[in-house]
Nanobody
Framework: QVPLVESGGNSVQAGGSLRLSCDVS????????MAWIRQAPGKAREGVVG???????SYADSVKGRFTISADNAKKTLYLQMNSLKPEDTATYYC???????????????????WGQGTQVTVSS
């Protein structure tokens, strides 16, 4: 098991910002897609944003222009900057890593082998 540790979740008002972090130092293998995936209460998990090993990014339409993913390879940390938050962004956010694949396929969550425990983001109106 590879420990992925998320942090940064919090409660904010609509329009606010948060930055999530995921410590991926426990993952020693070749990095393929790293992604943020969220799950709202009563809903299925949703791929939000991913970054592949060539640093190409993919975003769900619902977050384009508001969320930004980045990876600090030296610090072995994955980030998610979330701006202009909306109540519908309320969810548990997970970071996840794929161990194969040429890029990120956010609609194919089975590609992700390792998952963190999640961090809660709550956006109030």
């Amino acid at each position: 098991q590879v420990p992925l540790v998320e942090s940064g979740g919090n409660s904010v008002q609509a329009g606010g910002s948060l930055r999530l972090s995921c410590d991926v130092s426990g993952y020693p293998y070749t990095r393929y897609c790293m992604a943020w995936i969220r799950q709202a209460p009563g809903k299925a998990r949703e791929g939000v944003v991913g970054i592949d090993r060539d640093d190409r990014t993919s975003y769900a339409d619902s977050v384009k222009g508001r969320f930004t993913i980045s990876a600090d390879n030296a610090k072995k940390t994955l980030y998610l900057q979330m701006n202009s938050l909306k109540p519908e962004d309320t969810a548990t956010y997970y970071c996840a890593i794929a161990t194969s694949g040429d890029t990120c396929y956010l609609n194919f969550l089975n590609m992700f082998t390792f998952w963190g425990q999640g961090t809660q983001v709550t956006v109030s109106s």
